[in-house]
């Protein structure tokens, strides 16, 4: 079974630039998560996806960043303008029913670096 | 909010030691428990997870953690570590049976020396 695919896997951008990551989760799968990973630092969940519809999105910083599931399969989240401290690893993940009990798959990440 | 600790920010062992990582979580209520596991260039997988039963649970790789809920633990534990298990190991707790709140700790590198 393929896996979750993200693109790029890494970018470089200059502050007040904006930024987009493309996220395709694995067939089938109902949710999916977007998570901040910042060095050193555990995954930071950003936001959840149930089909099309937000079910969670309580740590996203609105002001800047945004993220859209359309046709509730592959998703993108935009970051518009990039701060300093936005440099960090993005990772997608998905997982079959989004239940607490749930396996989450994850993708490779990509990795932005904010200059 | 719930929270996760890691005890051990780095972890150097020899081949065949014995292995325990601590993970602490904050919240009171029902909780379900993972451990994920990131081997050097490898994405983020699920070494093992407990939601309920038996509070000894075994994952891959020979791995296994143990629930204790009087402590607000999760450690994961193997017997004889191999130097393919270096790697850097998250423990994240859900506190929601609907998926929401998933909150991972900072995380414990583990390095094996052969």
């Known amino acids: 079974e393929a896996g979750v695919a993200q693109s790029p896997r890494y970018k470089i951008i200059e502050k007040r630039q904006s930024v987009a990551f493309w996220c395709n989760p694995i067939s089938g799968h109902a949710t999916l998560y977007w998570y901040q990973q910042i060095l050193g630092q555990g995954p930071k969940l950003l936001i959840q996806f149930q089909n099309n519809g937000v079910v969670d999105d309580s740590q996203l910083p609105k002001d800047r960043f945004s993220a859209e599931r359309l046709k509730g399969v592959d998703s993108t989240l935009k970051i518009q303008p990039a701060k300093l401290e936005d440099s960090a690893v993005y990772l997608c993940?998905?997982?079959?029913?989004?239940?607490?009990?749930?396996?989450?798959?994850f993708g490779p990440g990509t990795r932005l670096t904010v200059l | 909010a719930q929270s996760v600790s890691q005890h051990n920010h780095h972890v150097i062992l020899s081949e065949a030691a014995s292995l325990e990582l601590g993970c602490n979580y904050s919240y009171g209520g029902t909780v379900n428990l993972f451990w994920y596991v990131q081997y050097p260039g490898q994405h983020l997988q699920l070494l093992l997870k407990y939601f309920s039963g038996d509070p000894l649970v075994k994952g891959i790789k020979g791995f296994e953690a143990e629930f204790i809920k009087s402590k607000f633990s999760f450690n994961l534990r193997k017997p004889s570590v191999q130097w393919s298990d270096t790697a850097e190991y998250f423990c994240?707790?859900?506190?929601?049976?609907?998926?929401?709140?998933?909150?991972f700790g900072p995380g414990t590198r583990l390095s094996v020396l052969p």
């Open positions: 994240a707790v859900n506190a929601d049976n609907y998926g929401q709140n998933f909150v």
């Open positions: 993940a998905s997982s079959f029913t989004g239940e607490g009990t749930d396996t989450q798959y």
